[in-house]
Nanobody
């Protein structure tokens, strides 16, 4: 099970940190990803934290977003800085790379003044 939290309404230039609590599987052995779905658009890969330790970001968020994980409490994080209106989306965490295999229910992030 994957449960995202931390979304909300933020002004342009602001920051938010999303969390994804994982349970029911061996979290530390899995590559984990963040993906998002902007309103009226399809799923978009945002970032992955590989089980071997590497991290990767889409060009649209590189330098602004940071992905972290805590294998001790099976939680994935996404710290978002310098938020832009185009970052408005439902954010999901997922097992695996790319668009992932299993996703949570998502958390809404709205960037607006």
């Amino acid at each position: 099970q994957l449960v995202e939290s931390g979304g909300g309404l933020v002004e342009p230039g602001g920051s938010l940190t999303l969390s994804c609590a994982a349970s029911g599987f061996a979290f530390k052995h899995y590559t984990m990803s963040w993906i998002r779905q902007p309103p009226g658009k399809g799923l978009e890969w945002v970032s992955s934290f590989y089980s071997a330790g590497g991290r990767e970001y889409s060009d649209s968020v590189k330098g602004r977003f940071t992905v972290d994980r805590n294998n001790g409490n099976s939680t994935l994080y996404l710290t978002m800085r310098g938020l832009k209106p185009e970052d408005t989306a439902v954010y999901y965490c997922a097992t695996g790379s790319g668009l992932g295999t299993n996703r949570g229910q998502g958390t809404q992030v709205t960037v607006s003044s």
